[in-house]
């Protein structure tokens, strides 16, 4: 653990450096190192991060990025961590999140916060084979087909449901409201862009059955018009034998 002047002069370098992480491999700045109920735990709270920080030790079991400032969440940030089971990101301002943001997790990680960001949307690829309980609350949600599926793939911490309201990015008529009421009505991946989406497949079947429908028809007519072709030159053919017979028989004759 850092002394408390070390503590604060860390700091004061993050924030010095435009709050980007040096790239100690030793501990990460404004961290520390705890034991919570058995469990090694990494607190890296309220420590002027703009980025994931390097150096979380890899037998970390919960791990607290929770008022920072964190932007993103790159592919892979925490796949060094293979006994990771709960991480905090609460209170950033998140926007965005890596399909592959928990890559490496799978079989380990159980809680996931993500509430109080700016998150819009996230990846359904995110959360695919993670048994994870995740708190989604007070995010702008776009609240669309995507997180429909998102909350297909994931189980709501207790009591979070309604902290999920759709934010200004939202159909007009969905901004303000809880969305788990309106999932539980609404088919959004059908009616909205998953139904667009189908109708453009079905466009698109039916343009490829027309060209189907005139290459066919070429093909029959071609062919008709062939066999009657063919069966002159084959009736030529047949006469030319006859011919150099006559003429043979002629020949021989003569
Ligand atoms: C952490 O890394 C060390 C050294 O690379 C390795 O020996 C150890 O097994 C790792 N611990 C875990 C939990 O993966
Ligand atoms: C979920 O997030 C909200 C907002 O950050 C917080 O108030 C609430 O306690 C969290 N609930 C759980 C179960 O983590």
């Not at 501990?27 to 607190?43: D, I």
């Not at 609350?137 to 449901?161: F, H, K, Y």
């Not at 079905?202 to 028809?217: D, E, H, N, P, S």
């Amino acid at each position: 653990m850092l002394p408390p002047a070390g503590h604060l002069l860390s700091l004061l370098l993050v924030i010095g450096t435009g709050g980007s992480v040096p790239s100690h491999p030793a501990s990460p700045q404004g961290c520390y190192v705890a034991e919570e109920a058995g469990e090694r735990t990494f607190r890296c709270s309220q420590a002027g991060l703009s980025a994931v920080p390097t150096g979380i030790p890899n037998d970390t079991r919960k791990l607290y990025l929770d008022a920072n400032q964190l932007v993103t969440v790159p592919a892979g940030a925490f796949q060094h961590l293979p006994v990771l089971e709960e991480l905090d990101l609460s209170h950033n301002i998140l926007a965005h999140l890596s399909g592959a943001a928990f890559q490496g997790l799978a079989g380990t990680l159980r809680h996931l916060d993500l509430s109080a960001n700016q998150l819009a949307s996230v990846p359904v690829e995110a959360f695919m084979g993670l048994q994870i309980q995740v708190n989604l609350s007070a995010n702008p949600w776009r609240c669309d087909c995507a997180l429909q599926e998102v909350l297909r793939q994931v189980r709501l911490a207790p009591g979070t449901g309604t902290g999920i309201v759709c934010g200004p990015g939202a159909r007009p008529d969905l901004v303000g409201q809880e969305f788990l009421p309106l999932a539980g009505e609404e088919e959004l991946c059908g009616a909205g862009r998953g139904g667009a989406q189908r109708s453009t497949d079905v466009a698109l079947l039916v343009t490829m059955g027309g060209w189907l429908v005139l290459v066919v028809a070429y093909l029959v007519h071609y062919v008709w018009q062939n066999r009657d072709e063919s069966r002159r030159p084959l009736k030529r053919v047949r006469m030319l034998p006859v011919r150099s017979e006559d003429s043979s028989i002629l020949s021989t004759v003569v």
